[in-house]
T-cell receptor
Framework: KAGVTQTPRYLIKTRGQQVTLSCSPISGHRSVSWYQQTPGQGLQFLFEYFSETQRNKGNFPGRFSGRQFSNSRSEMNVSTLELGDSALYLC?????????FGPGTRLTVT | AQSVAQPEDQVNVAEGNPLTVKCTYSVSGNPYLFWYVQYPNRGLQFLLKYITGDNLVKGSYGFEAEFNKSQTSFHLKKPSALVSDSALYFCAVRDGRDSSYKLIFGSGTRLLVRP
């Protein structure tokens, strides 16, 4: 069974730009969650999508958004990038009582 | 509110010795507990989980964890550490009553196994 894939793996953007990250979950998993990992704040939950609907949302500004497609693939978008958005963005694919993470997208904002 | 505490930023142990990485949690409903490991520049790798049943849970790579409801703890253990176990370990909790799969993570514990 293929694991969780995330693209791109690395990204460098400039302040003020916007970025879109993609996640393909494990086949059969309908839930996709997104997390931000930074040295200062650790691992923080961004949002979860289940069957194309946002099921839960973390405490992040509206610049962070996401969506899920009918094939369960998910994208997250960050608009008007700030330096503090530099982080490792992790996608998690969930079945029943199990959650598997992708390798992450390393976003650097300059 | 849910929370997870990993009181040790770093744990040092000699190869071949037993290791313990501590985790305590707070959740209003039924605790679903998880351990993940992260190697440099990698995502999180699932080690084990407690949902219900036996308090001692066995996972990948010889790791196990013991769920203690009275102490609200879920410590990760391994009888004999390997140098290759050196990595960052995260404990996470989910409220089992919640339909969402949102995980709350601890701050992480760096495990250093010296030869």
């Amino acid at each position: 069974k293929a694991g969780v894939t995330q693209t791109p793996r690395y990204l460098i953007k400039t302040r003020g730009q916007q970025v879109t990250l993609s996640c393909s979950p494990i086949s059969g998993h309908r839930s996709v969650s997104w997390y931000q990992q930074t040295p200062g704040q650790g691992l923080q939950f961004l949002f979860e999508y289940f069957s194309e609907t946002q099921r839960n949302k973390g405490n992040f500004p509206g610049r962070f958004s996401g969506r899920q497609f009918s094939n369960s693939r998910s994208e997250m978008n960050v608009s008007t990038l700030e330096l503090g958005d530099s982080a490792l963005y992790l996608c998690a694919s969930s079945g029943v009582n199990e959650q598997y993470f992708g390798p992450g997208t390393r976003l650097t904002v300059t | 509110a849910q929370s997870v505490a990993q009181p040790e930023d770093q744990v040092n142990v000699a190869e071949g010795n037993p290791l313990t990485v501590k985790c305590t949690y707070s959740v209003s409903g039924n605790p679903y507990l998880f351990w993940y490991v992260q190697y440099p520049n990698r995502g999180l790798q699932f080690l084990l989980k407690y949902i219900t049943g036996d308090n001692l849970v066995k996972g990948s790579y010889g790791f196990e964890a013991e769920f203690n409801k009275s102490q609200t703890s879920f410590h990760l253990k391994k009888p004999s550490a390997l140098v290759s176990d050196s990595a960052l370990y995260f404990c996470a909790v989910r409220d089992g009553r919640d339909s969402s799969y949102k995980l709350i993570f601890g701050s992480g514990t760096r495990l250093l196994v010296r030869p």
